[in-house]
Each structure stands twice: as structure tokens, then as C-alpha cells.
């Protein structure tokens, strides 16, 4: 499968970032290109022109900061699993790092990467004769989703690993263009669409991520897949809990794998205030199962994703807890 033909812009600074996305409107962003190479030799895009961010060093520092810590969009995997900073103030990232992939994927493969990475489906992620032969899909040329052809929306699965660990750690997301940068909460960068789960405006950058420091959080991140390496989690869960003597203080679940986009469990408050015991781990477990949605889109059934979530979720919150 080879790839097709496009030019490579490599821009030195945000300055020449934005400066390509304006003379080049239909460009895509590379970084490692772990994913997105791949996808371009099965035929899925065929950009004119790839804007290369590897050698714009704002997105390559990672900085402690008065109350976070700030990581750039551009920070390899590899180097989120070794940094002293990371290890010290966000290990559980650290841990979710050394989960995505294999090592020579961790060291070109980058955060922001990960964050955006391409929703996936059993019926997308073929060869372009495969799809082809198969009508394509509503992803991708296509008119119509394979998974829920009921449906008028693409049920694609978000597979980043990185994500449910920053989004119960409470991180911020930082976002660019030609006019200037905000920071967002990382939800919001998300949305519940498989075709369009990124909530990316024309000529927008991810520049970074920042994580709050000192909230106090135990958090881990653990992953159900097909192979104990390479593979993309077929349920992922990440849990942040702050315990004061037997009570829980606070609690964070988030899950990637199962809907289009990863998701941050609602009504955890109701659980504060709580021991962990039996019958609240039983609740966590409800919580998980009625809030995850994941659809037809690997050959493991659904039904089993879902409960691989809300057990995985019951299992990190318990060890925790002991923590």
C-alpha cells in the first residue's frame, strides 16, 4: 500500500504553523504520523500537503508551573514515560504512556497526537478495495454506518490512551490559532460524532496540555485489548479518588474505547462522602455500564466492552483506595 503524493511543510515556529494552515486550507498536521501514515496507505485521505510540528519547539517543552504542570502537544510517548516531572506530578500518565503501542511507536508517537487520535471501526480501518467492495462507510466516502445503518451518525470508537488520565486528573487543553490561544477544559475538545469527534475550528492548533499540581489524587489507568502490547484498548479506564480517613473525597472515573469520544462518567459527586465499600463499588459499576455505549466497531461483542469498562473501573478504584 503506498502512500500518496503530497508535499511536506516543516515550519520552525507557530508563526510559520499558522502561516501554512492559511496557504494550505485543506492540510493535514503530522507529528509522529504513527496513525495517520497509516491511514493514509490504506487510502483513508489523500492531503496535498502534510504540516509537519516536529521542529517547533513550544510544543516540545515540559514545564512545571506554579499551580500545573504544562506538557506540549508535540512531547513524545516515550518521553512521558521517563521525564522526572511527569513521574513526579502526573505518574499515572507515565503509566498510560507505557500502555499505547510498542517502544519504537513511543518514540516518535506524541501526546497531542494521542488526544487527536483518529476514531476507529472495524469497517473503516481496512484497505481501500476492502471498503470499497463494501459500499465504504458513512466515516469515510461512504453513506452509510455499517455499525447502526439505522443511524445517521458515524459510531466510530476514540481509542486514545492518554486521554481518560487527563481527563481525571482535571487537565486543561490549550488551543491556537493565527489570533491568539485560550485554554479549554479537555472535554470540550471532544465530541460524540465518529466522522468529526474533534472539536477543532479551521486553522486551530493543540499546542498543549496543563495538569493541575497537588489536588491530592491517587490515579491509574488500565486497559482491556486482544494482545498485552501494540494493540488499541478495546475498553480503557482511568480513576482519580481522594481519600480522608474512610471517606472518599473525591472521585474521577473516565473511559476511552467504547463511545466516539472519551468520556468523563457523570454522577461520581453522589458517591463523595462515602466508605468504598461493596455496595459503592457495585453503584460504580451501574455508573460505568449505563454511561459507556460502546457499538459494533471490533469483533469483540459490545455487550463485552461494556463490562470489561465497569469492571476494570471497580478494580482501579478498589486498589486505590489501598493505596
Known amino acids: 500500500m503506498r502512500l500518496p503524493g503530497f508535499q511536506l511543510v516543516r515550519p520552525a515556529n507557530l508563526a510559520e504553523v499558522f502561516a501554512a494552515r492559511r496557504t494550505y486550507p485543506g492540510a493535514r498536521l503530522l507529528a509522529g504520523g504513527t496513525d495517520l501514515v497509516v491511514n493514509l496507505r490504506h487510502g483513508l485521505g489523500e492531503p496535498a500537503v502534510l504540516i509537519d510540528l516536529t521542529a517547533v519547539p513550544d510544543l516540545r517543552d515540559v514545564a512545571l508551573e506554579p ?11 516515550e518521553r512521558l514515560t521517563s521525564d522526572s516531572l511527569i513521574a513526579v506530578h502526573a505518574p499515572a500518565l507515565a503509566d498510560a504512556a507505557r500502555k499505547i503501542a510498542g517502544s519504537a511507536h513511543r518514540t516518535v508517537a506524541t501526546l497531542g497526537g494521542n488526544l487527536c487520535l483518529d476514531t476507529r471501526c472495524l469497517y473503516y480501518n481496512q484497505s481501500a478495495w476492502w ?4 459500499g465504504f462507510c458513512l466515516k469515510y466516502r461512504g453513506d452509510r454506518c455499517h455499525v447502526a445503518p439505522e443511524g445517521n451518525r458515524c459510531r466510530a470508537a476514540y481509542s486514545g490512551d492518554t486521554a481518560p488520565v487527563l481527563l481525571a486528573l482535571g487537565a486543561t487543553a490549550e488551543l491556537a490559532d493565527a489570533t491568539g490561544s485560550r485554554w479549554v477544559d479537555l472535554q470540550s475538545l471532544f465530541q460524540e460524532d465518529g466522522a468529526a469527534h474533534l ?11 496543563r495538569v493541575p499540581r497537588s489536588s491530592g489524587l491517587v490515579v491509574g489507568y488500565e486497559k482491556a485489548r486482544l494482545r498485552g502490547a501494540i494493540d488499541f484498548p478495546l475498553a480503557g479506564v482511568a480513576v482519580a479518588l481522594r481519600r480522608e480517613n474512610d471517606r472518599l473525597a473525591d472521585l474521577r472515573i473516565a473511559v476511552t474505547g467504547t463511545n466516539s469520544q472519551p468520556v468523563l462518567l457523570k454522577e461520581c459527586e453522589p458517591l463523595v462522602g462515602r466508605p468504598l465499600d461493596a455496595a459503592l463499588l457495585q453503584q460504580v459499576d451501574k455508573l460505568v455500564q449505563r454511561q459507556v455505549k460502546p457499538m459494533r466497531t471490533t469483533l469483540t461483542p459490545a455487550h463485552g466492552r461494556r463490562r470489561m469498562a465497569a469492571a476494570l473501573a471497580v478494580r482501579l478504584a478498589r486498589r486505590l483506595w489501598g493505596e
Open 67 to 77: 499551580s500545573s504542570l504544562r506538557i506540549g502537544a508535540a512531547v513524545t510517548l
Open 131 to 134: 471498503r470499497q467492495s463494501n
Open 199 to 209: 472539536r477543532l475550528g479551521d486553522g486551530q492548533v493543540l499546542l498543549g496540555v
